[in-house]
């Protein structure tokens, strides 16, 4: 029996980007872990992903800046954005499949990332999505608080002009999981990125993902099934 608290479509389906759309995530990792060592912070890409995954580059600095118990270089955003963008223009690609769901979806989508607004006309951009998304693309600047907190998917959900309760986020990291499921929405946890390790959907499953999945092929069966019952999905991995 279908759950009445459950809207029987949905108003809006909306992404994080990386990790999501594009596959960037070991990309973003290392460039970090580089740039942060370079400044005196000697840290891993492992340790950038266990720690930082999903959250916002002001969030990040904050917290290295704490415990270094100084400022980084006032060169260090610069000296990040530019490893990170040249690598991107070389690298980068496209999460396999996106293309494909974006083609077969019928519901509005946008996009929420704690990324700037410039990091992801560089992504996006450089892996062909930034024009097809464009202009609703939203980013942690404009808001109070990043992930895991709901300011962003409640700002998203407010520009697209769509209820909260109606709402779909499909997200890789464990703030993200955890900021939709702030904002009341649901919450769809995807490992399909190069960067999930083993564990990392038992990981989103236990954040809160309603459930998960690991090719992006399959997201409009999801969204289809959602909006018609709220049992487990057959093939699919749920909460």
Do not use: W
Request: with cysteine.
């Amino acid at each position: 029996m279908a759950d009445p608290a459950r809207p029987s479509s949905f108003d809006l389906v909306i992404f994080d980007c990386d990790g999501v759309l594009v596959d960037s995530e070991v990309i973003s990792c290392q460039a970090h872990a580089d740039v942060l060592s370079l400044c005196g912070y000697p840290i891993s890409a492992d340790q950038v992903f266990d720690r930082f995954l999903g959250r916002s580059s002001k969030q990040a600095t904050a917290e290295v800046e704490a415990e270094l118990g100084r400022s980084l270089p006032a060169d260090f955003n610069a000296k990040l954005q530019d490893r990170l963008f040249r690598a991107f223009e070389h690298d980068l690609h496209p999460v396999a499949g996106i293309v494909d769901a974006l083609d077969a979806l019928d519901v509005p989508v946008c996009v929420a990332s704690s990324g700037s607004h410039q990091r992801m006309r560089v992504s996006l951009g450089a892996t062909r999505l930034y024009d097809r998304l464009a202009p609703h693309i939203f980013s942690s600047s404009q808001v109070e608080n990043g992930k895991p907190a709901p300011d962003l998917f409640l700002f998203a959900a407010a520009q697209m002009n769509a209820r909260p309760q109606a709402c779909v986020v499909v997200e890789d990291s464990l703030a993200g999981i955890r900021g939709g499921i702030a904002a009341g929405m649901t919450v769809l946890g995807f490992h399909g990125g190069s960067h999930c390790r083993p564990g990392h959907a038992d990981s989103l499953r236990e954040a809160g993902a309603t459930l998960v999945f690991d090719d992006m092929r399959q997201l409009p069966i999801i969204l289809n099934q959602l909006g018609e019952k709220a049992v487990p999905l057959a093939g699919f991995s749920a909460a």
